[in-house]
């Protein structure tokens, strides 16, 4: 029986040993897992502000593109327009307007023209001195160009051939002149 109470003895020293192992191990899990629920808190934090940005980031690039639309679907409308400058205001009525339109075009550009060819005319300006026309260009494209003007003069001034085509700067090196020699 002194051998069975050692043998509990020591089972039970045992015990109470594992029993510290398994509440220390328990402890440490415990603060395993605060850490853990930590970081899948700052994880969902992360993940919502994330969210958030791209939510954001498509609506800018939703707009963007929607502007870019905008932008493409008035240079399409404008394509075929033509403005003339220059055009003395004697006309009385929108008929009027159309036959002058008509009389430079066939007489001043030298191009046929008819009433079926052109689908609106209107006054847009003052009377002006003399006669031109240009294309039609978008408010912004035509401030965008008129932004340009400078860079096309010192580029000019530079020897180099430039041109503004639609809101862009072209800019060419002149080519250089050949010498023939004839025998």
Do not use: W
């Not at 205001?89 to 550009?109: P, R």
């Not at 530079?158 to 639609?166: E, H, N, P, S």
Request: charged share 35%; net charge negative.
């Amino acid at each position: 029986s002194g051998y069975f109470v050692l043998e509990l003895g020591h089972f039970v020293l045992e015990s109470g040993h594992f029993l510290f192992e398994l509440g220390h191990f328990l402890l440490e899990s415990g603060h395993f897992l605060f850490e853990f629920g930590h970081f899948v808190f700052e994880l969902r934090h992360f993940v919502l502000e994330s969210g958030h940005f791209l939510f954001e980031l498509g609506h800018f690039l939703s707009h963007e593109k929607q502007e870019e639309r905008l932008d493409y679907l008035e240079k399409e409308i404008r394509i075929r327009n033509v403005v003339f400058f220059g055009i003395s205001d004697e006309e009385k009525s929108y008929f009027e307007l159309e036959e002058v339109i008509l009389k430079i075009i066939t007489e001043k550009l030298l191009v046929e023209c008819d009433k079926t060819e052109v689908q609106h005319v209107r006054r847009i300006g003052n009377k002006g001195t003399s006669l031109y026309v240009k294309e039609d260009y978008p408010p912004k494209v035509l401030q965008e160009r008129k932004n340009l003007q400078e860079q096309l003069k010192t580029e000019i001034e530079g020897g180099k051939k430039a041109f503004i085509k639609y809101n862009k700067l072209v800019v060419k090196e002149r080519k250089k002149e050949r010498k023939q020699n004839y025998p």
